[in-house]
């Protein structure tokens, strides 16, 4: 996704700004750029396709070399236009502005049309050079640059972070946000902008950070900043605790645990830019996307282990909410077993690293069985092998995973995948504003609702003792809360070493109720759906075979408590989308905290890799 840097210092910005474009490539891009202010007060600027690599190998070729105090640059996720170096930011209007933006114009067609008619021209297909003309068009009637950006932000529908110079007010820069994040860095050599503080660790670790329609005029030793309302404002400096290239478990024991707590975070980060008010951006999934999701009649979702799980939630979402066939299958399976794969068929792969061996050789697979298919890649992993061989990608923002069992990668990837079901539901008709607004309004919830179940850890910690003498559990679920199920098991198993099963809690009584005794624990998901009723009943099943068992429930569901049954109310009142997001954390929790007792390896279980780049 797009990052931004920029700055105004006292000595040449450029190797500073190529510096943060290499902090900023982790977000995954497919071009980037900068532009100078040289000394004669005219704009220079290099654009480049591919990795920054080739930004400075273009920088390193010119004979006039880039130089100069104060810049912008960017690093670029095609969504309005192809990937090329005519799409690439900054743009420029006139020679008089420049800009590089994060986020979606979703009225620039509007604008486009309004300023042809005054003669403004277009050099890109993208959805940003409209604001490069509204602000050049806008500085002629203002005082100041600041007073134009004003001026400009009030007509622009959508989300947008923004860095913005001019030739006319050569001693500073413009930043402002709305929907994007944007960071200020402040130092003893000039002060700086960027859309994620990362991309100015080598500089400053002192930040000012821009709140929701925050407009701010950067000079070299002073900071202007304006309100939403156009109120002078003093938004505070904070020292920040992020160490430059480090990933460490700061207060945490493990990463797992860290990785559990970060997924509030990992949800905001992961819709970031991705969503506007009420609606999904259907080009975050690439510039292709809405031509390929339009046409497609069937889904195939192929992972592996716990991206598997994402998988089956999601064919259950797809059929239910954006009424188009979908099969989930796992891929070993799947890339030996010459699958039959129609014209128009979406092939969906999920995977956290974007490396697995036997994902990456479905995808080969189907692509060869059927080479008119359409592949969409959703990774945690930018420039992977994956989301190279898929026509498009989807990346879910999660940071680094360093914990073998995989947390955050996977509540990411469910909130990536009501995306993706939300985008082909609405193009495909099956899907009305209401319904989208509604899926929306739920994602937005989901960071605050993961932070008031992350709040019961003590309570599980208690729980987690009573697994210590035990070798075997069941989990039991029914429509989605059986893939939440079988996720659940599957931490249990690979960080507590402790055998564990999923069942879809209607199966019981076709085996494995002969299984269930005192000794083995059976643990139940129990959100208030329509086939509550019936999970209440498979839960008489169980109790009356003696089995001691824990409940995670919706308050509503009201399951009523029994001997030997612990009933946890985990949440209430949550839609088909967010429930199984939340009901994982509890699971997650549980099989951490099993582990602890046990002092296992946590994050680096026995026999496990975090990456299974081999077969
Ligand atoms: C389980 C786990 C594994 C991975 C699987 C696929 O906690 O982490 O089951 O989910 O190896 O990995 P990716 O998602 O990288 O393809």
Redesign the pocket.
Known sequence: MCGIVGGVTNSNITPLLLEGLNRLEYRGYDSSGLIVLSEKNTFNRARSVGKVKNLEKNLNERSNKIKGNIGIAHTRWATHGKPSNLNAHPHISKNSVSVVHNGIIENYVALKNDQKKLGYEFKSETDTEVIAHAIDYAIKSSKTLIESVQKVVKSLEGSYGLGIMSSKFPDQIIATRKGSPLVLGVSSNGNYIASDQMALLSETKKFIFLEEGDVAEIKLDKITIFDLDGNLVDRPVIKSMIKAGQVDKGIYDHFMQKEIFEQPQAIRDTLESRITNDSVITSSFGYKADEIFKNIKQIQIV???????AGIVAKYWIEDIAKIPCNTEI?SEYRYRRPILLDDTLFV????????A??IEALKAAQKINNSIKSLCI???PESS?TRLSDLTFLTHAGP?I?????K??TT?LVSLALMLCSIGKLRNKIDRTQEKEIVDGLKKLPGLINETLHQENQIKILANSFLDKNSTLFLGRGTMHAIAM?GA??LK??SYIHAEAYPAGELKHGPLALIDKNMPVIAIAPNDELLEKLKSNLQEVKSRGSKMIVFEDENSKVQSMDSMQVIPVTSNLGRITAPIIFTIPLQLLSYHVALLKNTDIDKPRN?????TVE
Request: some cysteine; charged content about 15%.
């Open positions: 992972a592996c282990g716990t991206s598997y799980n891929a792969t999920l995977s956290q690293s974007g490396e697995t036997d994902t990774s945690n992993t994956l995973e914990g073998v069992a995989s947390t990668a996977f990837q996720e599957l931490k690979e960080i496990l890799a975090k990456s299974v």
